[in-house]
């Protein structure tokens, strides 16, 4: 087990590993002030979730000189499982990867890829284990794109992703932790989903209206400190 993935998997109490879903993400980064969620990527999978450290590549248009030299199977072969490989392919609407570059992840063990570009293949990468994120489906080839670094900051649907960043995905969507503030967003999301629980006991037994607004509030209110 790498670094990265130690580190990731120490800052995950055992009591929250199964209810880490995005919302709660999306609640405790407002409450640090943070931001880190991308905007249309969505699983080919409804079902699939994924949680991991990224390992980012970055892609550019294509010029045909200077490029990273590597393709995404030589990449996947370096990244170590339980990682989630995060593409940023600058909203292309032609294909980034397709059900070979998906079997390569699975077949390393990587807990999802991710990339704000679309992908081909749905029928055979939805099949996998791993969880796949994209813009949705195309038929097109990736002839626009590509890889020009690997494993450095990227922008990925609308957010900044930084090696060894926890990802957060399932079917509302992508969130990001930057990798120094996993503790602190730990401590909120364990609080918020207590918070959650109570809130669900108050909608079913239809309880006070005061009691819902104070339990509302409590949900924004920050724990740690700033």
């Known amino acids: 087990m790498s670094d990265r993935q130690v580190a990731a998997n120490a800052a995950i ?7 880490i879903v995005t919302g709660v993400v999306t609640d405790a980064l407002t409450r640090l002030g943070l ?14 979730v994924v949680i991991g450290p990224a390992y980012t590549v970055r892609c550019a248009p294509r010029r045909g000189a200077d490029g990273l030299g590597k393709n995404l199977y030589q990449i996947i072969r370096e990244c ?67 890889i020009v670094a690997q494993n450095v900051p990227i922008s990925c649907g609308g957010a ?27 401590i ?15 909608l079913r037994n239809s309880g006070p209206l005061g009691e819902m607004l104070a339990l509302l509030k409590q949900k924004k209110t920050r724990k740690t400190p700033a």
């Open 13 to 19: 109490p055992d009591n929250l590993r199964n209810q």
């Open 35 to 48: 931001d880190g969620w991308m905007d249309g990527v969505l699983p080919m999978r409804p079902g699939s």
């Open 80 to 146: 170590q499982p339980g990682d989630v490989l995060v593409i940023e392919a600058i909203g292309t609407g032609t294909s980034v990867f397709g059900g070979n570059i998906a079997t390569c992840g699975d077949v390393q063990k990587l807990a999802g890829i991710v990339t704000d570009g679309r992908c081909r293949d749905f029928g055979e990468s939805s099949k996998l284990r791993m969880g796949v994120f994209c813009r949705g489906p195309t038929v097109r080839l990736p002839n626009d794109l590509e």
């Open 160 to 186: 900044q992703v930084n090696p060894k960043d926890l990802i957060v995905a399932d079917i509302d969507g992508v969130c990001v932790i930057p990798s120094s503030k996993i503790q602190q967003a730990m």
């Open 188 to 202: 909120e999301i364990e609080e918020i989903v207590q918070i959650e629980a109570e809130i669900g006991k108050v």
